[in-house]
């Protein structure tokens, strides 16, 4: 029987879902390889009787082996394999299909869309988080392994430059940042480091959810100990915690993080706590771009502050839509 070859948005959504392998081992497919991929709606269909419903949501976006062969209708969108991949890029997933790696699909959601999107997706990709599927599932999973990196992303695109989106993915990399643990901490990210063109502030990019070396005070003891924090710019020993609704609602983890921040502040780093209120509000998170701008030294031109067109579109991507937890 024939199967599918997921990519692009089918390939991110299937990623989103446990079946998906994390970790995955990749394996390299060719032309000749793939010459069972159902492309035709007839063969889609009798995949979706035999194994019921295909785990992604229709339009299907797959891969035909060649230009020839692919047949674009209602059930699928069908881009021909790229000739010459020389990097291992499909992972078996059941009977009914195999996916692309998450290098390969990125390379494709970067042939569409905007900078902005490129980013939020490669910090998801390098993340340890996965949100909902699709727009009726909404529901964020936590800390996964994460399914790429960006040293991993980079890597792929360089030795497959001839994949179109290749290009914009080199450069959507500039923005992002290896471990993001949740959507929100990739927003605050993007908000901070984007440039203004695309509705950030041009800050420099820190570190996400970094170990720190301490020294602990347990009674009259002192014990050497590792801290994280959320996003580090550790030479201006700088930390920005950001502070969800589940650290308002359990006091617990709020007596973790007064002694996690007792920790880090004795060893001479500044921590600024960020909540979703606080993001959510412009007034107020441009008061914390300047005071993050202000340890970091970095002088913002006033020109680029305020409620650009740029800006409004961006905060509306990520915060839109977005529950803040």
Do not use: W
Not at 47 to 55: M, Q
Not at 90 to 112: G, M
Request: charged share 25%; glycine share 8%.
């Amino acid at each position: 029987m024939s199967k599918l070859y997921l990519t692009d948005r089918s390939a991110i959504e299937l990623m989103r879902t446990d079946a998906f392998p994390r970790p995955h081992e990749p394996m390299l497919l060719g032309t000749n390889d793939i010459d069972d991929a159902a492309t035709r709606a007839q063969q889609i269909k009798e995949l979706e009787r035999a194994f019921g419903p295909l785990r992604v949501t229709p339009p299907y976006h797959i891969f035909a082996p060649d230009k020839r062969s692919r047949r674009s209708s209602k059930l699928a969108v069908c881009r021909a394999l790229p000739e010459g991949l020389v990097s291992p890029s499909f992972v078996s997933i059941d009977d009914a299909c195999a996916c692309a790696v998450p290098e390969l699909a990125y390379l494709y959601i970067c042939q569409r869309d905007e900078l902005a999107e490129h980013v939020r997706c490669a910090m998801e990709l390098c993340g340890t988080y996965a949100l909902g599927p699709n727009e009726r599932d909404t529901v964020t999973r936590y800390g996964l392994d994460a399914l790429s990196s960006k040293e991993k992303i980079r890597t792929y695109a360089q030795e497959n430059h001839g994949v179109k989106g290749s290009g914009k993915a080199l450069s959507a990399l500039r923005y992002v940042c290896d471990g993001s643990a949740s959507p929100m901490e990739t927003a605050l990210c993007m908000l901070l480091c984007l440039p203004p063109s695309s509705g950030g502030y041009g800050l420099p990019l820190p570190e996400l959810n970094a170990e720190l070396p301490v020294i602990q005070h347990l009674g009259g003891k002192r014990v050497k100990g590792v801290r994280y924090g959320d996003l580090v710019y550790r030479a201006a020993r700088l930390i920005i915690e950001y502070q969800s609704r589940l650290f308002h609602e359990n006091a617990g983890s709020a007596d973790k993080d007064e002694d996690r921040r007792d920790d880090l502040e004795v060893m001479d780093y500044h921590v600024m706590f960020v909540t979703p209120g606080r993001i959510k509000d412009f007034e107020r998170f441009e008061g914390i771009v300047q005071r993050v701008a202000h340890h970091l030294g970095v002088s913002l031109n006033p020109k680029i502050m305020g409620t650009t067109e740029e800006r409004l579109e961006l905060r509306n991507m990520l915060l839109g839509n977005v529950l803040a937890y």
